[in-house]
């Protein structure tokens, strides 16, 4: 699908003392290349130390491969009464007209801080990640002051499958200010939460309102799938995500490619890999990564240019890392018809 360059070695985005992963890149009105993302502190355990700990960041560099350095907080905890009181995550940043738009994941808990011992399945970490919620925030400077929404502009449904939580918003804003919006999503199962799925919701402008337009997930429940990105293309519609077992193009955690010609019936080509964890750097090393997660291709004149991805130093996922950071590859181009 892709043609990879090698990857800088320090292009993309780090911060010592802090988990970092979510980038998303934007050229501000300053010239200079402006990358969103979400970081938390390091004495926290990777996983689930995001959910009830990360906040956005913005992160800036005079180059499109970065090195990107850390500038301000943009979506601070603000308090747990408010829907994303406690932490943000999962940054999209777009604009449209003369706003800059920041979609993401906000949740929020009534419990103490956490310390190093948090995990799964504890209380905080349970109720945290049932609040998860798509919000968005806005401004009219890359500089801010950010707007945030006064609400969730996708919270869950009893009784559908996006009951539980809703997540991951991978939104396309089209030329009359109507938004297409890609998100991840869990039912309740009982008193429990089921498996990942993946929903797709309208709106006639990014403010809202949003309606959920099909009442059963995109994939069929075989496709254990998440982090979409999409984008629109000459014939409707395409996506990346990550093919969280590796059962659709034969590799955990790289990604997969799916088109739709209305933004609501997907195809996902299972022959087809968007991209691997195995990465070529511009020392000549090659290594495999152990994530390559929260895809963002950046586009230039409505060709993309480079796929931002979080990764990490581990070989076992979440698991086993000691370093994460938002890395860049850039694009030779799409491959013809018939290569492989």
Known sequence: MFRFKPAPVNGGFRMEGYWVWCGSVIRGEDGRYHMFASRW????????????????????????????????TVLPARGAEYWDGRSTHNPHIVKYNDK??????????PLPEPDASLKLDDPLTIVARSN????IATSSSIFGPWERSDQPIVDVRPGKFDSY???NPAPCIQEDGSVLLIYKARRYEGNRHGKMTIGVAKAPHYGG?????????????????????IWKSGNGFEMIAKDMDGS????????????SADGVH????????AYSRLIEWDDGSTR?????????????????????????????????????????????GKKNDGDS
């Open 132 to 135: 998860k919620r798509i919000g």
């Open 288 to 332: 495999l990564m152990g994530n390559l997660e929260r895809p963002f291709l950046y586009f230039e004149n409505g060709e993309p240019t480079h796929l931002f991805a979080a990764t990490s130093d581990g070989s076992n996922g979440f698991h086993d890392c000691t370093e994460t950071w938002n890395m860049v590859i850039p694009l030779e």
């Open 165 to 167: 939580l809703t997540s």
């Open 266 to 273: 997907w195809f996902i080509d299972d022959k087809e890999r």
């Open 41 to 72: 502190p390091t004495s926290l355990p990777m996983h689930p130390g995001w959910l009830v700990a990360s906040e956005i960041v913005r992160a800036a560099s005079d180059t499109i491969e970065g090195p990107y350095v850390y500038e301000e």
């Open 248 to 259: 659709i193009c034969g590799e955990k955690y790289s990604g997969v490619h799916a088109k």
């Open 209 to 229: 309102p949003y309606r959920t337009i099909s009442e059963e997930p995109i994939f069929p429940p075989q496709y254990h799938i998440e982090d979409p990105f």
């Open 100 to 109: 800059y738009v920041l979609f993401y994941m906000g949740t929020t808990h």
